[in-house]
């Protein structure tokens, strides 16, 4: 292959994926990377079967860690190897390498084919293999060598993913647009209000309501006793107190990008302290003489009161699960490494359904109260937008309020006359948010009217005239046709490849070796081992 080699760069275009496996997994871990972390090949060498053809262990190896590494590289260390467990991260690799298969089929079925010419200018224009703007093919064995154990097997792989693009590009091809869909989703775009509105917040109307008395809290909490339960039932954080300590620690610190090196020496040195705590030294004494930690050191390590969610999760596990006196074992984070010792255990709390019962009787009553009150000034507003201008009704505090002689408030929050912006058809309407109903009755309303009723969003009733309206000009229509139907086009494209492939694997006959997904998942946890 190397051989046939040609200085033209033109050909297939380098899309983003073998970007992605040659710089990041190349470039990125540098030569040898392969031999870092991935072990399953040793105990199994193949990943998956796909109608007889089989996935090599390393073909899954390189995609499991090339996803793993980017994702680190574009989340930095908080992706942790449990992260990537949630993600479901072994699953995505190996669902690539299968799909990929099963796309190859399909291009041998349809005759499609890269010749040998194509490959080489794919693998000439790749700058990973560059010295000087050139292609270096020195560089280019080397490299490949080291990560796929041979320019043969790599440009197999290369050639696997050309074709895959080759026959994705062919299915995205048989997606239209029928002409009805792009004029109407051209005309929405085009078809477009904006309000000018006053929100009536009920937060601030709770303000303004008359405190319930004794003897109206016990009446509710008799009347809505179901309401309750669910409200203390929807609430837990309210009423759990969930159990904390008073915890001291000794950090080794750690940079974020930590070499293996050292990773070790900090492990040795956290070691060596964790040896003299067992033969009983002081924790606070020696946390002051060795802990990196400037914040604590002073204080013998002491960090207080920690509690779920107050620290990072390994630091939290490991202090929740000691008891009083208790020092950890090593404890690894972002920050380095950590003995823990933990002088005060707080134990779990619950606030009983019967105790919370009267706070939250309260509590729903002054809200009831707050809510019908911010209604009923909605209301009065609406009416009163019928024969005055809304913005000389509410206006802002500043010039308009002087030039009117007033600042409308309530609860002591300002009532303002707001825009909202222009917007088209759906629910959505901007700094309202998602309120079913609205956008179509502006779309539906007459400029300087009020919309016919109190809308309700989260925050409070609104009050709405409609400020503006744009239609459709159907003369700019040919020439903004084509820019649409490219956009829905894009938009619809992934469905469809989506619904092909799963027609691909719904037919295929797919064997997967659990062994190599939990062995490479474990190969890429610096922490195992």
Known sequence: ????????????????????????????FGPGSLDKGCTAGRSATWAARVNGTTIPAASYERAYQNLLRGLQQQAGPAFSRELAEQMGLQTMALDQLVERTLAVDEAGRRGLAITDDQ?????????????????????????????????????AELREELLRQRVMAAVRETVKVPEAEVHQAW???????????????????AAEVRPPSAAEVTAFAASARGRIEAFYAAN???FDEPRRVRARHILVALPADA????????????????????????????????SDDRNTRA?????????????????ADAALALAAGAVSAPVRTRAGWHLIRVDEVFPVKKVPLDAA?????????????AEALAQARAAAALAAAGTRPLAELFPAAGGGAKAHGRVVKLGGAVLAAESTGPFGAG????????????????????????LPSVWKTPEGPVVAVLERRDRPDAGRYPAERGEVASRLRRRLEPQVEAAWMKLLRDAAKVQVNPAVLRSAAAAADPDAG
């Open 119 to 155: 490959l080489a200018s794919t693998i000439m224009a790749l700058p990973a293999f560059e010295t000087g703007g050139h292609f270096d093919r020195d560089l280019y064995q080397r490299t490949v060598s080291s990560v796929y154990g041979s320019p043969a097997r790599f440009e």
């Open 187 to 205: 005309a929405d775009e085009h078809d477009r209000a904006s309000l000018l509105f006053v929100r009536f917040p009920a937060a601030a109307a």
């Open 357 to 369: 019962r009267p706070v939250i009787a309260r509590e729903l009553l002054v809200k009831d109260r």
């Open 299 to 315: 204080h013998g390590g002491d960090l207080g009161v920690v509690a779920e969610g107050l620290v990072e999760k390994p630091f």
């Open 427 to 450: 629910t959505f309407v901007p700094r309202l948010g998602d309120v079913p109903g609205l956008a179509a009755a502006a779309l539906a309303g007459t400029v300087g009217k009020p």
């Open 1 to 28: 292959m190397l051989d046939n080699l040609r200085a033209n760069k033109g050909g297939i275009i380098t899309y983003l994926f073998l970007f992605a496996i040659i710089i990041v997994f190349i470039v990125s």
């Open 236 to 238: 837990p954080a309210r």
């Open 259 to 290: 070499t293996d090196a050292q990773v070790a020496a900090a492990r040795a040195r956290i070691d060596g302290l964790a040896a003299r705590l067992a033969r009983g030294e002081d924790f606070a004494k020696v946390a002051a003489e060795a």
